[in-house]
């Protein structure tokens, strides 16, 4: 079974320009959420998407969106990117039906802003 | 709200000694407790989780923790550590009916020859 896909992998951007990143769950997995991880901030979290609705939504400006297919595979959009926004950015899938299991993660795309 | 604190950010260790990364939450419902590992560049991998029944948990590697309702801690220990145990480690709560994770700022373990 395949596990979380995050692309790219890697990315560098300039101040100002917008980056979308991709995601795609565990196959069955409906729910998907998105985390920002910084060395000084931790694990932050963005937002979750489930049946292609936003249904969490952390504390973070506009600027920071997302959406969900049909397929439960998840992007998320950044638009004019600024330094601080140099992460890790991890993508993080559930399954949802029943008892609560763990997330499981993809291994992230690192974003660097110049 | 549930919240998750890590009580030490690095914690140094010799190869073979045992180690304990403390995490203590806060929530005033019931809740899942887990203990995540990351490696360096990579995402965040399962190590152990307490859902119900038995408060001692045994996971992957040779880690478990023990959840300690009054005390509202989730301890990860090993034994004896190896090297390859360098690794961030993050402790995270998930209150019943939320399928959202909160986690700690995360506990970095240096393994020393």
């Known amino acids: 079974k395949a596990g979380v896909t995050q692309t790219p992998r890697y990315l560098i951007k300039t101040r100002g320009q917008q980056v979308t990143l991709s995601c795609s769950p565990i196959?069955?997995?409906?729910?998907v959420s998105w985390y920002q991880q910084t060395p000084g901030q931790g694990l932050q979290f963005l937002f979750e998407?489930?049946?292609?609705?936003?249904?969490n939504k952390g504390n973070f400006p506009g600027r920071f969106s997302g959406r969900q297919f049909s397929n439960s595979r998840s992007e998320m959009n950044v638009s004019t990117l600024e330094l601080g926004d140099s992460a890790l950015y991890l993508c993080?899938?559930?399954?949802?039906?029943?008892?609560?299991?763990?997330?499981?993660f993809g291994q992230g795309t690192r974003l660097t802003v110049v | 709200a549930q919240s998750v604190t890590q009580l030490d950010s690095q914690v140094p260790v010799f190869e073979e000694a045992p180690v304990e990364l403390r995490c203590n939450y806060s929530?005033?419902?019931?809740?899942?407790l887990f203990w995540y590992v990351q490696y360096p560049n990579q995402g965040l991998q399962l190590l152990l989780k307490?859902?119900?029944?038995?408060?001692l948990v045994k996971g992957i590697n040779g880690f478990e923790a023990e959840f300690n309702k009054s005390q509202t801690s989730f301890h990860l220990r090993k034994p004896s550590v190896h090297i390859s145990d360098t690794a961030e480690y993050f402790c995270?709560?998930?209150?019943?009916?939320?399928?959202?994770?909160?986690f700690g700022r995360g506990t970095s373990l240096i393994v020393h020859p």
């Open positions: 929530s005033s419902v019931s809740v899942y």
């Open positions: 307490y859902l119900s029944g038995s408060t």
């Open positions: 196959s069955g997995h409906r729910s």
């Open positions: 998407y489930f049946s292609e609705t936003q249904r």
């Open positions: 993080a899938s559930t399954w949802d039906r029943g008892e609560v299991t763990e997330a499981f």
């Open positions: 995270a709560v998930s209150e019943k009916g939320s399928y959202i994770p909160t």
